[in-house]
């Protein structure tokens, strides 16, 4: 695994704390930006209202169809009344590709890009470098073990966290094929119930950010909690993927929490639990 030879100061590491921190006003009427959503009708503007509610610090939806950028905000702006503090967590939103590119320009250098995701007072040319390389290489291993489907999650320490999305469009055949297999896995229980969308992907995408942010599966209490299930409960009252490891099985309880109309009990008492963390 790549590692980040990097070293914050005293100071440096309050300004990452405090960013963090940031989260989305939930004073803002979500029916109007809703409808904003619905008659953008460009990726420009749509990258408009991410920046202008502040959902993260940088969305690109160049090169990704515009009804799945259309999907990804909907998803945001669920998951951000819910969790306003996710906010400070979503620094880059786009495809695979341009994040990519994005960092390697970070690693030239090119101050625009610290600037552009909000780092330039906790970035110096130097830092951006090592950064950039850093996270180029990471890109690289993560796509070699096949992280890669309609959505992941890259996790960068909340200084470039990524939220990702494959360049296809929504017609595409490669998208239409990945979406026929989510549905097949939903209806084999290997997926949890109502988890059998694009959106619903994006959903354990962002399950992992929130596990991530309320330090849970990875924590005593947390693993505590996770272990009054049976593997075999866990396999037939949420998915046979959430049996994978504690990080999947709040990802795949929190995918079905907002995915499913009606949760089951697992999903329930896992997204309750976390909720009362925050
Ligand atoms: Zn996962």
Not at 87 to 104: D, K, Q, T, W
Not at 150 to 157: Q, T
Not at 180 to 202: D, L, Y
Not at 220 to 249: D, H, K, M, N, V
Request: hydrophobic residues 40%; contains cysteine.
């Amino acid at each position: 695994m790549a590692k980040l030879e990097m070293e914050l100061t005293d100071e440096q590491g309050a300004l990452l704390e405090a960013r963090l921190q940031r989260a989305f006003d939930t004073r803002n009427e979500a029916a109007l930006i809703a409808r904003k959503i619905e008659n953008a009708a460009t990726a420009e503007e749509l990258e408009n209202i991410a920046r202008e509610y502040r959902f993260c610090d940088k969305a690109d939806f160049s090169g990704i169809d515009r009804t799945i950028a259309r999907k990804v905000l909907r998803v945001l702006l669920n998951v951000l009344y819910r969790f306003p503090k996710l906010a400070g967590r979503l620094n880059y939103v786009g495809s695979y590709r341009n994040y990519e590119m994005f960092l390697a320009r970070m690693g030239e250098g090119d101050m625009e890009c610290v600037r552009e995701v909000g780092l330039q007072e906790i970035f110096d040319e130097s830092m951006a470098r090592t950064f950039g390389k850093f996270g180029v290489e990471l890109c690289k291993e993560l796509w070699e073990d096949d992280m890669m489907s309609l959505s992941a999650y890259v996790s960068m320490g909340g200084l470039c966290n990524g939220l990702l999305f494959d360049s296809v469009g929504g017609q595409d055949l490669a998208y239409l094929n990945a979406l026929s297999v989510i549905r097949k896995n939903e209806q084999i229980g290997f997926h949890p119930k109502g988890c059998n969308s694009f959106e619903s992907v994006v959903y354990h995408e962002i399950g992992h950010m929130i596990d991530e942010m309320c330090f849970f599966s990875f924590s005593e209490e947390g693993a505590a909690f996770l272990a009054q299930y049976s593997s075999e409960e866990i396999a037939q009252g949420l998915s046979r993927y959430a049996t994978a490891s504690p990080r999947e099985c709040v990802a795949e309880a929190i995918a079905e929490a907002f995915s499913s109309p009606s949760p089951r009990k697992i999903a329930t008492e896992i997204y309750e639990k976390i909720q009362n963390c925050m």
